[in-house]
């Protein structure tokens, strides 16, 4: 299953800003997204940078991986 994860960085400024600290890693399947602040890939991932055809959450830079992604917490 493909899975993407990506960095909020609206959830980083508002950790700056709030003096908290939610994940900001977003670890979405084609059924659900999770949360984390660290995760770990289990096999190949491919890094991309694409910032004339960002994901449609606005992500520019994104990892896909078709492995499995453990979220350590």
């Known amino acids: 299953m493909k ?3 990506h960095v909020n960085q609206h959830i980083i400024k508002s950790n ?3 003096n908290v ?3 900001v890693l977003t670890v ?3 059924k659900e997204n ?3 602040h660290e995760v770990e890939i289990k096999g190949d991932s491919k890094i ?3 910032p004339d055809k960002p994901l ?3 992500a520019h830079v994104w ?3 078709n492995n499995e992604v453990i979220i350590i917490k």
């Open 3 to 5: 899975t993407i994860i």
């Open 16 to 18: 700056r800003k709030n």
């Open 21 to 23: 600290n939610e994940p």
């Open 28 to 30: 979405k399947t084609y």
């Open 34 to 36: 999770r949360y984390a």
């Open 48 to 50: 991309y940078y694409s």
């Open 56 to 58: 449609s959450c606005g």
């Open 63 to 65: 990892i896909e991986t």
